[in-house]
């Protein structure tokens, strides 16, 4: 178990905290489960994997990969899934320096953008079109991100895309 640290904090800069959770994603037959790792502040979907079974390894491989494109944030935010509390991942949280935050028990609001990313990715991708394979549902879902990361204006963003937000509030570089 760790503490929520979010609580009664401002959260204005990329790269400041990230949070990640896991939905499931209807398909023709069956389904398959999304993983996806946001950036708190430009709601910026990092990355995402898709896996057919609830284990560890494809949340690993996606935050893995936000780590190495986009640098460590301070704060890593999820629930307390198994996933989340398993020694494999909190272990790699720590050893790149990353603050872990949980949401209370049942607190879905403590985790609010991404719950927001899955009625989005949801209701205007998903249930629109019944995949019929694996393939097909990450076709679809890659083709969702990069439109709702590039081309979905954010009203809590002031009208901006995630990218257009995220990329122009960098923080500087230190000069030597």
Not at 8 to 18: A, F, K, L, S, Y
Not at 24 to 39: E, Q
């Amino acid at each position: 178990m760790y503490p929520y640290l979010l609580r009664d904090m401002t959260i204005e800069r990329p790269g400041h905290v990230w949070c990640a959770d896991i939905t499931y994603i209807p398909m023709k037959r069956g389904f398959v489960y999304l993983f996806a790792v946001m950036d708190w502040a430009s709601r910026r979907v990092l990355s995402w994997q898709l896996s057919n079974t609830l284990t560890t390894d494809f949340c690993l491989e996606a935050v893995q990969q936000a780590i190495d494109r986009h640098g460590a944030p301070e704060i890593f935010n999820t629930d307390q899934g198994s996933q989340f509390t398993s020694t494999d991942f909190t272990d790699l949280l720590k050893g790149n320096g990353i603050a872990i935050s949980m949401d209370g028990k049942g607190c879905w609001r403590d985790n609010v953008f991404v719950e927001r990313l899955w009625k989005s990715i949801k209701y205007e991708e998903v249930y629109l079109h019944a995949y019929e394979t694996v393939s097909a549902a990450r076709s679809g879902i890659g083709r969702y991100l990069e439109f709702y990361n590039s081309r979905r204006p954010h009203s809590a963003l002031d009208g901006q895309t995630p990218d257009a937000f995220y990329f122009s509030n960098q923080p500087m570089p230190q000069a030597a």
